[in-house]
């Protein structure tokens, strides 16, 4: 089955075509950091504008580049959820157009959902379960025991910020361009993650749930004096910096990976699913595998799959189709929802 799926959920505009769940035959997308980066974040007009200009071609190229011809694709998968909902309805208002015109039946996918499934797609075996889901990204922070692919229990979220909002405010703080996750990273390279003991908060009886605003107001205040104001001046030497972006880095990411090993403690998973921006961290990876139990498996998705594409839609779009058939063209853009 050839699947033609599209992502317009937040700032990148991607198509791809993908045989029978996994095998890519073009995958393409058209990102919109250099429009976002003097806002320090998406702005969501200039998003959606982005969209509706650079989706048709998109389309155009990804055809051509898996050398099929429009007719030839047997469904359109495309996300219709989680987002930004001017966005959103852009991509799902295209399929839905193409699914009509074409007469080729479409689904709507969960886009964090196709974010764990990314992984599954990136293994060469097939996948085990049951087993725990991490998708980390801009706007998530969902862990989930996954049962099946379309089949999930929800362990734990953010009661605040996203784990990779967070990492894009705290960038700001130190003046670094949006998207904040790799310049914090590159810059904690060389600094001691153990200089400020920085902390992740807790949540009262929810010990799988995740805070990060207070650490984010804490790195805040640590580099602008306490009770600040966000557009201050920072009261540390440039030189310090480092080891604020280290010591941040560490403490969201020691949170992240306790949080998760004990939901596999507790609900007996042996293997992990990563997805979303976030995991492309190699810090990340490092301290999941020097923290975690030798027999832990991880599946962390190939780098082009960690980070919003539609070869992930095009991917969950073959079994969510095969397990419950196609979506109905009332199928509503939602800014938020679980799966
Ligand atoms: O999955 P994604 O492309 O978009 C959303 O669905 O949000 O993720 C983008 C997010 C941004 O917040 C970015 O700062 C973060 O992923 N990110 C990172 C790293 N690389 C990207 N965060 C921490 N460390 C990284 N190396
Ligand atoms: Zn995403």
């Given at each position: 089955m050839i699947v033609l799926g599209i992502e317009t959920t937040c700032d990148e505009t991607a198509v791809a075509i993908v045989r029978?769940?996994?095998?890519?035959l073009s995958n393409v997308l058209r990102s919109q950091i250099e429009e976002h980066k003097p806002f320090g974040g998406v702005y969501p007009e200039i998003a959606s504008r982005a969209h509706v200009e650079h989706l048709i071609p998109l389309i155009e190229k990804a055809l051509i580049e898996a050398s099929?011809?429009?007719?030839?694709?047997?469904l359109i998968a495309v996300s219709y959820?989680?987002?930004l909902i001017g966005s959103i309805v852009i991509g799902l208002n295209c399929a839905k157009s193409l699914s009509l015109a074409l007469n080729i039946p479409f689904v709507g996918i969960n886009h964090v959902e196709a974010h764990l499934y990314a992984a599954m797609m990136s293994s060469q075996k097939a996948p085990a379960f049951p087993s725990l889901g991490l998708a980390l990204s801009g706007g998530h922070t969902l862990l989930v025991k996954i049962n099946a692919i379309g089949s999930y229990t929800h362990l734990g979220t953010t009661v605040d910020d996203a784990i990779g909002e967070c990492f894009d405010k705290v960038a700001r703080f130190m003046d670094l361009?949006?998207?904040?996750g790799p310049e914090i990273e590159k810059l904690a390279?060389?600094?001691?993650?153990?200089?400020y003991p920085f902390k992740a908060g807790q949540v009262k009886g929810r010990p799988l749930d995740f805070s990060f605003s207070g650490l984010k107001t804490n790195v805040l205040y640590t580099l602008?004096?306490?009770?600040?104001?966000?557009?201050g001046a920072s009261i540390?030497?440039?030189?310090?910096k480092k080891h604020v972006a280290a010591s941040f880095q560490y403490a969201a990411f020691k949170d992240v990976v306790k949080k998760t090993l004990l939901a596999a403690q507790l609900h007996s998973c042996k293997e992990i699913y990563f997805g979303g921006?976030?995991?492309?961290?190699n810090a990340l990876k490092k301290l999941f595998i020097e923290t975690s139990p030798s027999n832990m498996v991880f599946h962390f998705p190939q780098k082009n799959l960690?980070?919003?594409?539609?070869a992930m839609i095009a991917g969950l779009g073959y079994h969510q189709f095969l397990a419950k058939g196609a979506s109905s063209l009332t199928l509503e853009a939602l800014p938020r929802t679980s799966f």
């Open positions: 029978d769940g996994s095998e890519i099929l011809s429009k007719d030839e694709i047997d959820a989680p987002g361009p949006y998207p904040g390279l060389s600094g001691d993650p153990s200089k602008k004096g306490q009770n600040t104001d966000k557009s540390l030497e440039e030189e310090e921006g976030v995991t492309q961290s960690c980070l919003d594409n539609a």
